[in-house]
């Protein structure tokens, strides 16, 4: 028979009973639930669609549908009617300038001139490279860019280390051999020999020779050389416009109307807001000089 201690910590009926751990022992660590992720609504589709136009254009509806409803049951009341052409007003200026911003960005079968960005984006692309080759890249921020650059660059590289170790690897050694092999067949070389100087004592002298003017070599360049005497710097802008141009070429008709919207879309959406105001104002001026019309015409 199983002792009460196990039977109180298998049976599921008596789970609101605990049992102490034993004195002395510690108690097991409780794992952590992890916290599901919320999104925000509003931070994704919802805000695509429920922005401020379609707001503004609800608004404008009720008002339309309300002024509808108070002429329907009060025909003679004036409130009716300006509600009435608040709500008209207001939704043909908002549901207009609607129409207007989805023009810009999507073609619309029978309406002409739909879809600017799509038909002009050839245009759109030589007009951004240009914009970047002169705002960014212009002669004399150029040149005062690589100017500085060469100099951080040519000090990050360590030239005097890496001409010492050229010097000093197998590849030089052999060449040097090989010269000093060549030199001892000719009559330089008998010379040489007949003075004292031998291969071993040859190489020393130029290898000691050859690290000396290595360790010159930089401090000289840094000081005389101009990168700018041997690539002048209309090649390098034009290699950059070329860059930027074959990178632009790739962007579709439709990657450049997405990037121009992600920038403007939800700016453009105050013209609906406007729109819709303004013409609420105009309902309200409009049924102002109905109404003065009337009244001068009663006299």
């Known amino acids: 028979m199983p002792s009460p201690h196990i039977i109180e910590q298998t049976n599921p009926l008596r789970s609101s009973r605990t049992v102490s751990p034993p004195v002395g022992s510690a108690s097991p660590p409780v794992p952590k ?17 429920f922005n401020k136009s379609v707001i503004t254009n609800l608004i404008s509806s009720i008002f339309f549908i309300g002024g509808i409803l108070a002429r329907t049951f009060s025909p003679e009341s004036h409130w009716a009617m300006i509600i009435w052409n608040i709500g008209l007003f207001s939704l043909s200026g908002g549901l207009t300038n609607q129409l207007a911003v989805v023009m ?23 007009s951004i490279q240009n914009m970047i080759m002169q705002t960014f890249f212009d002669m004399s921020f150029l040149e005062k860019f690589l100017s500085r650059k060469m100099s951080q660059i040519g000090a990050q590289l360590k030239i005097q280390e890496v001409i010492k170790t ?19 067949s ?13 291969s071993p004592e040859l190489k020393r002298v130029i290898q000691a020779t050859l690290v000396g003017v290595a360790c010159d070599i930089p401090a000289k360049m840094s000081g005389e050389f101009n990168i700018f005497k041997y690539i002048p710097m209309t090649t390098v802008r034009h ?13 579709t008709p439709e990657m450049v109307r997405d990037i121009l919207e992600e920038v403007i879309r939800d700016h ?15 309902g309200i001026a409009g049924y102002g000089l109905e109404y003065g019309l009337q009244k001068l015409g009663s006299f």
């Open 186 to 198: 000719r009559p330089e070389g008998v010379v040489l020999t007949m003075m004292g100087l031998k």
């Open 166 to 184: 050229v010097l000093d690897s197998d590849t030089v050694q052999e060449m040097i051999d090989s010269k000093l092999k060549d030199l001892a």
């Open 268 to 282: 453009l959406g105050w013209l609906v807001v406007w729109g819709a105001l303004f013409g609420g104002i105009l």
């Open 239 to 251: 290699e950059l416009s070329a860059l930027i141009s074959n990178k632009l070429s790739e962007l």
């Open 33 to 49: 639930m992890a916290e599901p992720e919320t999104t925000s609504c509003w931070d994704g589709t919802c805000r695509k669609h």
């Open 104 to 126: 810009i960005f999507d073609r619309i079968p029978g309406l002409t001139g739909s879809g600017v960005l799509l038909v002009k984006f050839r245009e759109i692309r030589l």
